[in-house]
């Protein structure tokens, strides 16, 4: 059993409505830590990693990009951490914050192990570019970035472009694609289940196929669990929510499913808006959706 070390990443650089930011927080007081050590795991929290606000800085639009130059930084250093920590051994848990810090978490897995797979748990599919996005926000942009395609200051992050395989890459709850996304999704040839084939064929049957295909000829998974997969009944407190989204049951039965697989090598947490939220509800279900992920069983 591995022992497991928080990253908090409060960043809301890669998005447009201010609050994610608090995410790791809310996800820490929600009782991350004496959660996952109930289930026999030895925790140690390092931190968050400084952030700037966008005060800080004035917004500048970098081809077509909101905040490219920081988001850059930020994920160049969060790549650092996650590649330190799986290199003394440990499983890094990384605390969004908003969907582009999932750059960095991919980018430090790579740099330690080139030969995984991704689950995409999310309802949008974050396969915006420079060319495609709509808005300039980064966090609608991470997994094209990680298979790199995107502006050369984050696919390049980490010392080479194309972090993962399209093969082994799995979007998961799907609900909401731009066109141009829906083009890029098709031309890599990512597999993707949309809430209708998980309505259609179960969640058991999608998920079960989802670590097949990240699991193929790879060493392990990366989890990538954006809270707004789940409908806005169960998890209210994200920026972009989408109606018609997973149940509780369902999110609960895919963290278990790939808990049995034991193929888990890292994961993110990620889009958890406090301000948004209701009594920190989501945070909640954040860290209750992490104890079904490490092994949290009814008996």
Known sequence: MKD??????????????????MGPSAIRYANLSSKLESLGYRVQDLGNINVPTPEM?????????????EVAQLSQTLADMVKNVIEEG???IVLGGDHSVAIGSLAGLSQ????????WFDAH????????????????????????YGHPDL?????????????NVVLVCIRSIDREEAELIRKTGVKCFTMAEIDMRGMATVMSEAIEIAAAGTDGIHLSLDLDALDPMFAPGV????????????GHLAMELLANSGKLQSVDVVEVNPILDKQNQT????????????????I
């Open 4 to 21: 497991l070390r928080i990253i908090g990443v409060p960043s809301d650089l890669g998005q447009g409505r201010r609050g994610v930011d």
């Open 57 to 69: 800085h004035d917004g500048e639009v970098n081809h077509g990009l909101r905040y490219l130059r």
């Open 90 to 92: 440990h499983l890094p």
């Open 112 to 119: 330690t192990n080139p030969n995984y797979g991704v689950i």
């Open 125 to 148: 599919g974050d396969m915006n570019t420079p060319e495609t996005t709509p808005t300039g926000n980064i966090h609608g942009m991470p997994l094209a970035v990680s298979l790199g």
């Open 155 to 167: 696919t390049s992050i980490g010392g080479f472009i194309g972090k993962v395989k399209p093969q």
């Open 239 to 250: 920026g972009t929510p989408v109606n018609g989204g997973v149940t509780y049951r369902e």
């Open 283 to 298: 945070a909640r279900m954040a860290v209750e959706l992490l104890e079904s992920l490490f092994g949290k069983t009814v």
